[in-house]
């Protein structure tokens, strides 16, 4: 996706028209981040439930990690006390469908022995 000259166009921290997708993937390249939106995507839940799904992430970076897509405003924590999509979030999940798509062909098809 270079231009009709072959050069190609600034990209990164100096590239003022890339900071919105570099902010994002540093939210999201954070551990757990992705992990905690894909669990969610189905139907809010509880903090206890989203722990118990999450394996190997301890109470207190889930914590972080939950404080951190509320700021962003991803997610918000429900009167019931349960975590949701926000409508945000609801369209990152969705942005994200094809990623699952190619993973799942990764996994049978291209992934290296």
């Known amino acids: ?9 600034p990209r990164g921290r100096d590239d003022p028209a890339d900071e919105p997708m570099l902010t994002t993937m540093d939210l999201l390249g954070q551990r757990w981040m992705m992990r905690v939106l894909w669990e969610l995507e189905p139907a809010p839940l509880g903090f206890l439930e989203l722990r118990r799904r999450m394996g190997q992430c301890s109470s207190s970076m889930l914590s972080v990690r939950l404080h951190h897509l509320q700021t962003a405003g ?5 009167p019931a006390k ?5 409508t945000a979030g609801t369209e990152l999940t969705a942005a994200l469908q094809p990623l699952w798509t190619w993973s799942k062909r990764w996994a049978t098809d291209l992934k290296p022995t």
């Open 1 to 9: 996706m270079g231009s009709a000259s072959g050069a190609k166009p």
């Open 74 to 78: 991803l997610i918000v924590k429900t």
């Open 82 to 86: 349960t975590y949701e999509l926000t």
